[in-house]
């Protein structure tokens, strides 16, 4: 299993491009998080979709960050236009459906830094 | 609302020096707790978890956790500390509600291993 798969691993972009990262979950697991790692704020979740569906955006920022899942392989995370502030290590994790708090398996996440 | 606590920020043993990683929780009902592994430029991987039951819970890597109710802890401990623990630990809550397989992290434990 190639695990989860994340792309780009680096990012670099000046401010007020568009950034797009992406996500492959292991295959067969219905749910799905982007998480956002800073020094300052730590771990936080972003969005959670399950069977395709966003559950809880809650902890979208702003306006500017969107997240879209066409399908059960493939997941984005956009960020339009970008800002300095946001900065940071995106990881995605998947996790086997109908198991509550099944075991979330992390990608290696994608180092954002923009200029 | 559910919480995690973890009030080391840095930790620092000596190699074969036993370990304990301190991590406390605010939750209403009986917890679902993790305990996750970041070593550097990586994702975050699941060293154990407790649902319910012994609340001595047994990980990889020759990990361990109790779960104390009436402290409402869930302290993570190792006897020997190998070289190759370096990295950063993280503690978890499961958190209730519309997103059943939604995580709570704490702002996690950066530990460093002397030779």
């Known amino acids: 299993d190639a695990g989860v798969i994340q792309s780009p691993r680096h990012e670099v972009t000046e401010m007020g491009q568009e950034v797009t990262l992406r996500c492959k979950p292991i295959s067969g697991h219905n749910s799905l998080f982007w998480y956002r790692q800073t020094m300052m704020r730590g771990l936080e979740l972003l969005i959670y979709f399950n069977n395709n569906v966003p559950i809880d955006d809650s902890g979208m920022p702003e306006d500017r960050f969107s997240a879209k899942m066409p399908n059960a392989s493939f997941s984005t995370l956009k960020i339009q236009p970008s800002e300095p502030r946001d900065s940071a290590v995106y990881f995605c994790?998947?996790?086997?459906?109908?198991?509550?708090?099944?075991?979330?398996?992390f990608g290696p996440g994608t180092r954002l830094l923009v200029l | 609302a559910q919480s995690v606590t973890q009030p080391d920020i840095h930790i620092t043993v000596s190699e074969g020096a036993s370990l304990e990683l301190r991590c406390n929780y605010s939750?209403?009902?009986?917890?679902?707790l993790f305990w996750y592994v970041q070593s550097p430029g990586q994702g975050l991987q699941l060293l154990l978890k407790?649902?319910?039951?012994?609340?001595l819970v047994q990980g990889i890597k020759g990990f361990e956790a109790e779960f104390k109710r009436s402290q409402s802890s869930f302290n993570l401990r190792k006897p020997s500390v190998h070289w190759s623990d370096a990295a950063e630990y993280f503690c978890a809550v499961g958190a209730e509600g519309g997103a059943t397989n939604k995580l709570i992290f704490g702002t996690g434990t950066l530990l460093a291993v002397q030779p």
């Open positions: 994790a998947s996790s086997p459906g109908g198991v509550t708090f099944g075991t979330q398996y």
């Open positions: 939750y209403g009902a009986t917890p679902y």
């Open positions: 407790y649902f319910s039951g012994d609340t």
